[in-house]
Structure formats: C-alpha cells, structure tokens
C-alpha cells in the first residue's frame, strides 16, 4: 500500500520524503522513543503514516494548507487504520494556533518559511525535544554555483539563512546530515 502512495505522489509531482530520509526518521523516533510529533508539511500523509508505523505509540499531529493533498492524505490514512495515531489539521500551519507538547517537530514545508515555522512551534517541544528539518541541500542547491532563476536562488538564500540560524541558535545543537536531500537534527539544550 505503501507503493501506491509512492506511486501517486510521484505520478501527481508531489514531493515525499526520499528514501534515505524516511529511514532516517523512522530510525531516528524509534531509537529515541519518540512518542509525540508534530509534522508541518503533510503533503498526502506519506510521512506522517510512515511515522506512525513505526509503533502504535507514536502519535503524529500534522498540518497541510493545500486542500487537495489534505483531501488524500485523509483517504491514505483511513486506509492505513491510523486513524486514532495521526491527526490531520487543514490550515497555513503560519496562521493557524495548536497547543500540545510534542518529543519531536518535523519541519517539511514551504522551505523560505522555516525559520518562522521554528520560532512558533519550538514553544510546544518538550524538554529535551528534537527539530527535524528536510531539504537543506535542496537538490544539491544549496552551496553550488550553478545557474538559476532568480526566484530559485531566492530560495536557496533562505535555506541557507535557515541554515546559519540553526548553527547560530544557543538553545539547540544542531548536526547536519547529507541523507536524503540534506537533514537537520536540532536537540534543545535546556
Ligand atoms: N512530509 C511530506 C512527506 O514526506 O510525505 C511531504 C511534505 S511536502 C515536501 C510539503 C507540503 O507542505 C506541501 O504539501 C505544502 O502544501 C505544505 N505546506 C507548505 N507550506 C505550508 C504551510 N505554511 N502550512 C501548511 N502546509 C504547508
């Protein structure tokens, strides 16, 4: 079943986690007992359903503003029975208020936006919580000379702001990886 969501987003341009990097985060929440998460980025509930079967304690709280990926992503998990594991909020995840207290946040959105997705909802991280970011090499992007449009390179500029805020950020060391499409693991020092 797992194939057809993989099918579908790549029949439908929809960017999911690529392999290397789910495993990445899947081993992660495992090896860390990771129990409470939030995703922002559901796209059509690829992750957040990978997440969540990981273990029958994991229980992922995850936002998507388009309304045709929330549409699915409702479908998908329904399929999956996992239903009472993951909770799917529809809203610009910058507009929108939560509460809860969360092990880890995934951050898997409009990639500009994240450090404006960090600093809301790194109030919700428990102690000793994690931060997760995807794309930070944005396709081998970030940190290359090759030519682009200028709303391309807009963006990588971003990513690289979003980049040094992580390694200028006190409250949180943070570890790069180049797995998948370059992932961060920021845990909160306090
Ligand atoms: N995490 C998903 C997965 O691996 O299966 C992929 C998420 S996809 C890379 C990013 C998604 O974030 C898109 O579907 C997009 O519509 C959504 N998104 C972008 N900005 C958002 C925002 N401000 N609030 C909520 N969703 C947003």
Redesign the pocket.
Known sequence: MLEE?EQY?KEYK????QKD??DFLTAFIEEHNIKNVL????????????MALVSKDVKVT?????ET?YNEALKNVSKFALDNQINLIF?????INITGEYDLI?I???KA?SIK?FNKYTPLLRSKGYVIT??LSFHGLVNSDQEMSRNLRQLVRKISEYIDFLKNNNDYKTTFYDIGDGISVSEKVD
């Open positions: 969501l987003a929809i960017p999911i986690m990097g789910i995703e922002i980025g559901t796209a059509i509930g690829y992750s957040a359903i990978k995850t936002i998507e503003r388009d990926r809203g610009d995840a910058l507009d995934f898997d959105a409009a936006q997705f995807d794309n």
